[in-house]
């Protein structure tokens, strides 16, 4: 069993930063690639960013420059750095991760959704 807990959320003026956490623990043998989904309101999930095993990142050209992505391995942990804020940033953000259970089972998590509310 596989928890991700996000954490940082919250309201935010525009312009503002806010820095996204999301600790995976459970029966976790590797985690492969993690990522930042997010669904604003009346529209699909889109993905922002993911990185990978290794560290490397890619970007939504709608955060490119604004938003960063960075993984602490050590603590099973992802972070999304949110920074100029914009009102069309406002959603519910969700982290994702890509794990290899012990017996070499590898199944995709998310978490539970953590809402971002910028004001204009």
């Known amino acids: 069993q596989v928890q991700l807990v996000e954490s940082g959320g919250g309201l935010v003026q525009a312009g503002g930063s806010l820095r996204l956490s999301c600790a995976a623990s459970g029966s976790i043998f590797r985690i492969d690639a993690m990522g930042w989904y997010r669904q604003p309101p009346g529209k699909q999930r889109e993905l922002v960013a993911p990185i990978t095993s290794s560290g490397s990142t890619n970007y939504a050209d709608f955060v490119k420059g604004r938003f960063t992505i960075f993984r602490d391995n050590a603590k099973n942990t992802v972070y999304l750095q949110m920074n100029s804020l914009e009102p069309e940033d406002t959603a519910v953000y969700y982290c994702?991760?890509?794990?290899?259970?012990?017996?070499?089972?590898?199944?995709?998590?998310w978490g539970q959704g953590t809402q971002v509310t910028v004001s204009s």
């Open positions: 994702n991760a890509i794990i290899t259970h012990w017996g070499g089972a590898k199944y995709n998590y």
